[in-house]
């Protein structure tokens, strides 16, 4: 008959997952991105202007696809740039109206009017730090009628 003695257990700590905070620097391209668009909503608070920035690139996230959508995450600061490669794609991309009724949906205490005050800057603010190249490429994924939001006058061709 073997009899063996019990061992005592050594427990062997698992690495974190996550990076410790202070060894992440914050992402300095996207504060320039949420001070651009504090300053040109005039929202008192950087903390207001990176909700609706936030907001407003998810929503935009699932209407770009293709490069397009490489190309457009590779241009933003790193925290925007996953904020719109995270989404789904939308099969059936909103019209310009819906799209701002939609993000007047998930911001508290918004109605449409606010919304596309909100949604104008954001992504007048993007269209600038991104170039007109890119923001041209976005476009023609888009409705008609996008153009405004992104702050650009929307000619339709004469018939």
Same mark, same amino acid.
């Given at each position: ?5 019990p /061992? ?8 974190s997952?996550?990076?410790? &905070?202070?060894?992440v620097?914050e992402?300095a391209?996207?504060?320039e991105l949420?001070?651009?668009v504090?300053?040109a909503? /005039?929202y008192p608070?950087r ?6 920035t936030?907001t407003?690139l998810?929503?935009l996230g ?10 457009l995450a590779q241009a933003l600061?790193l925290?925007?740039g996953r904020l719109i490669?995270? /989404? ?6 909103l ?5 701002v009724?939609a993000?007047a949906?998930?911001i ?5 009017a606010?919304?596309r005050w909100? &949604?104008?800057t &954001?992504?007048?603010?993007?269209s600038?730090?991104?170039g007109e190249?890119l923001?041209?490429r976005?476009?023609?994924?888009l ?7 992104f702050?650009r006058?929307?000619?339709a061709?004469?018939a």
């Amino acid at each position: 008959m073997t009899v063996t003695t019990p /061992q005592p257990r050594t427990t062997i700590p698992t690495p974190s997952l996550r990076p410790r &905070v202070e060894d992440v620097p914050e992402d300095a391209g996207w504060r320039e991105l949420t001070e651009a668009v504090r300053e040109a909503g /005039q929202y008192p608070t950087r903390t207001e202007a990176e909700h609706v920035t936030r907001t407003v690139l998810s929503a935009l996230g699932g209407h770009v696809t293709g490069e397009e959508r490489v190309a457009l995450a590779q241009a933003l600061p790193l925290e925007a740039g996953r904020l719109i490669a995270s /989404q789904v794609p939308e099969s059936d991309p909103l019209t310009a109206r819906e799209f701002v009724d939609a993000v007047a949906t998930r911001i508290e205490g918004s109605t449409p009017a606010t919304a596309r005050w909100d &949604v104008s800057t &954001v992504l007048s603010v993007l269209s600038d730090h991104i170039g007109e190249p890119l923001t041209t490429r976005v476009l023609t994924q888009l409705p008609p009628g996008y153009a405004l939001l992104f702050g650009r006058a929307d000619l339709a061709a004469a018939a």
